[in-house]
T-cell receptor
Framework: AQSVTQLGSHVSVSEGALVLLRCNYS??????LFWYVQYPNQGLQLLLK??????LVKGINGFEAEFKKSETSFHLTKPSAHMSDAAEYFC????????????FGRGTSLIVHP | DVKVTQSSRYLVKRTGEKVFLECVQD?????MFWYRQDPGLGLRLIYF???????EKGDIPEGYSVSREKKERFSLILESASTNQTSMYLC?????????????FGSGTRLTVV
């Protein structure tokens, strides 16, 4: 079985500040991990993915995430927030050797203040 | 640009109506999925399909059915719409080697049942 927990339904930062969105997963086998972003009234867009290659994954729009097996975490970061980063962010996990249907977290809304 | 297109952005239907939500993808993807998204609950899988004319139940199939007569089209059917089916509905597709590439999502259909 697999599950994913996103800590904090809302995260608020000032423009230019560090963005940190937390994701912890539960998996009995090596996972594949994803971050998606959803802008208002739009579908989800893939930001980045971890598929057992490098543990530090770089995505679009300056975001990156680090896979830490010992902490079962895949936190999303960006050094400097921009107003355009305000959106809903979803972490997702799927398992190698399984049905490959991902389990999504409940989402974290990122609010960026001027 | 590759796309998943959902036929309607907004729909308002009456209780008891039969409702069709259409989704078309132009990427020749084998797999297609229907999710509903509700605040605080994230994305929940309704149905998915790995091939033409096949379908599998997801986590919340009750009150829904699907149809996949052609590879590019995946329809979600609400047999008798109810107010608790008011939600955002998201269609997604992926390649057969589904774990490695993530999903491509449509822009969503916001359905209101009155």
């Amino acid at each position: 079985a697999q599950s994913v927990t996103q800590l904090g339904s809302h995260v608020s930062v000032s423009e230019g500040a560090l963005v940190l969105l937390r994701c912890n997963y539960s998996s009995s086998v090596p996972p594949y991990l994803f971050w998606y972003v959803q802008y208002p009234n739009q579908g989800l867009q893939l930001l980045l993915k971890y598929t057992s290659a490098a543990t530090l994954v770089k995505g679009i729009n300056g975001f990156e995430a680090e896979f830490k097996k010992s902490e079962t975490s895949f936190h999303l970061t960006k050094p400097s927030a921009h107003m355009s980063d305000a959106a809903e962010y979803f972490c997702a996990v799927t398992l190698s050797g399984g049905s490959y249907i991902p389990t999504f977290g409940r989402g974290t809304s990122l609010i960026v203040h001027p | 640009d590759v796309k998943v297109t959902q036929s309607s952005r907004y729909l308002v239907k009456r209780t008891g109506e039969k409702v069709f939500l259409e989704c078309v993808q132009d990427m020749d993807h084998e797999n297609m999925f229907w999710y509903r998204q509700d605040p605080g609950l994230g994305l929940r899988l309704i149905y998915f399909s790995y091939d033409v004319k096949m379908k599998e139940k997801g986590d919340i199939p009750e009150g829904y059915s699907v149809s996949r007569e052609k590879k590019e089209r995946f329809s979600l059917i609400l047999e008798s719409a109810s107010t608790n089916q008011t939600s955002m509905y998201l269609c997604a597709s992926s390649r057969r080697d589904r774990a490695l590439y993530g999903y491509t999502f449509g822009s969503g259909t916001r359905l209101t049942v009155v």
